[in-house]
């Protein structure tokens, strides 16, 4: 039976539709709209050197290639798959001719330190403005010295609202759909299966409508005929990152669910599809911290040791050093106590603002400061019994505020009981 896939399109829908212009674009209103920093920037002709960070799919190609075209100079691209320190140099040879010219590096997080390093100079000199665009948190995954040099945009998710209005938007602008009578009656499993990722949501659209049958009309788009079609796509994982996000929550909780059978399965499958053995001994030194914290303090020395191994051993063998720490943060003890403790502490300090520090915690190093009474009053707690003396550390504004809560659990409720004994009743422990 033919299908429309009979008629094939020289490039896919998501290609055809990228925008052309800022007005075009979709999303990031923090950037890009009225008020946007960038937008701001562009009006003022002063584009400085970024790293956009955001998940795939979110707008990070397109935006690069947009400042690129408004700023009117000459624009290179890499990608750190494929190009090395040689391709850097040459690039920068070639903007010697123009200085400013831009150099977009796409999954600038692939570079190493060294290919990261020989940018330094040419961004530094403004030799070159550099756009680089990742997926990572550029704290772990761009040089420090780098970062310094660049300001860095994040850009959110894509929400479904703006979503189903880029495939509005495509029945309306792409030459070949406009010919087609198509009826979105259902959008949820476009949606789910492209995981916010507005490349894959627009290259999955035009796959579903090309599956119908060359002589149908109308084309009527729902759930069943979506899920129907890109079956196969569903169990995929993409090495390249496009849906490492979902299948890393699913494994984080997991392990956060005391669930070792459910963990193990979800690491097999990032490792499968080839995910970076860094990547997921990173997420699990986080969780060791975040999810169990002080129920069990070995689990982040468990879960550190775990990523300096992987990053000595490598696949195949680190797979087992994976398994062994996903398995030993799965199955132990609980507690995010430690995690809500700095939300607290975190949340206070933006609401009561820089409150003035206790004289007698403050230092004082020089004679003018001892005088003004710092550090007068202070009790250096080793030189009292059990090595404790009952001073406010706090600031007066916020004495008695219980930040940390011990959770239930074998170890903390030690600590619980040991923090009782030392504060009495000042706490609530």
């Known amino acids: 039976m033919a299908t429309l896939f009979d008629e094939p399109q020289k490039f896919p829908l998501a290609e055809r539709l990228r ?31 970024m790293i956009l960070w ?67 100079g040419a961004v530094e000199t403004g030799l070159i403005t550099l756009i680089g665009a990742t997926t990572e948190n550029p704290s772990f995954e761009v040089i420090s010295a780098l970062q310094s040099r660049c300001q860095i ?13 880029m495939l509005e938007n495509a029945q309306k602008q792409d030459e070949w759909l406009k010919k087609l009578n198509i009826k979105l009656k259902e959008t949820e499993a476009l949606l789910n299966l492209s995981g916010g990722d507005a490349r894959r949501l627009l290259n999955l659209f035009e796959l579903v409508v090309s599956a ?15 899920l129907s079609t890109a079956q196969q796509k569903t169990v995929r994982y993409d090495k390249t990152g496009e849906q490492h996000y979902d299948i890393v929550s699913a494994f984080i909780k997991s392990i956060r669910g005391s669930d070792p059978n459910a963990a193990v399965y979800w690491l097999a499958r990032m490792i499968e599809g080839g995910e970076d053995p860094k990547f997921i001994a990173r997420r699990l030194v986080i969780s060791a911290s975040e999810d169990i914290g002080n129920a069990n303090p070995t689990a982040l020395v468990i879960a550190t040791n775990c990523f300096q191994a992987v990053t000595m051993v490598g696949y195949p063998e680190a797979e087992i050093i994976l398994a062994q720490a996903t398995t030993y943060l799965a199955a132990s003890a609980k507690s995010n106590a430690s995690y809500m403790s700095i939300k607290k502490a975190k949340e206070l300090v933006r609401k009561k603002g820089d409150l003035p520090i206790p004289l007698h915690l403050r230092n004082a190093p020089t004679q003018l400061m001892r005088e003004q009474g710092y550090g007068k009053g202070y009790q250096y707690a080793h030189d009292y019994p059990h090595n404790f003396s009952p001073q406010e550390y706090l600031p007066e504004a916020i004495a008695h505020t219980t930040l940390y809560d011990p959770g239930q659990n074998a170890r903390e409720n030690e600590l619980r009981k040991r923090l009782k004994n030392l504060w009495q009743d000042k706490y609530g422990y």
């Open 54 to 120: 955001g998940p795939p799919g979110v707008g990070k190609t397109t935006l690069a290639r947009l400042i690129g075209n408004h700023v009117k100079t000459p624009f290179f691209t890499l990608s750190a798959i494929n190009s090395g320190v040689k391709e850097v140099r040459q690039v920068i040879e070639k903007a010697k001719t123009r200085a400013g010219s831009i150099l977009f590096i796409d999954e600038i997080h692939r570079f190493n330190k060294a290919q990261q390093d020989a940018l330094l």
């Open 212 to 226: 119908f049958p060359a002589n149908q009309d109308p084309l009527v788009i729902t759930n069943e005929w979506v």
């Open 19 to 49: 925008p052309q212009t800022l007005a075009q674009y979709q999303g990031q209103a923090h950037l890009v709209g009225k008020n946007g920093v960038i937008s701001k920037l562009l009006q003022s002709d002063k584009v400085p050197s």
């Open 153 to 165: 945009y994040i850009l959110q998710p894509l929400s479904p609202e703006t979503l189903v209005e």
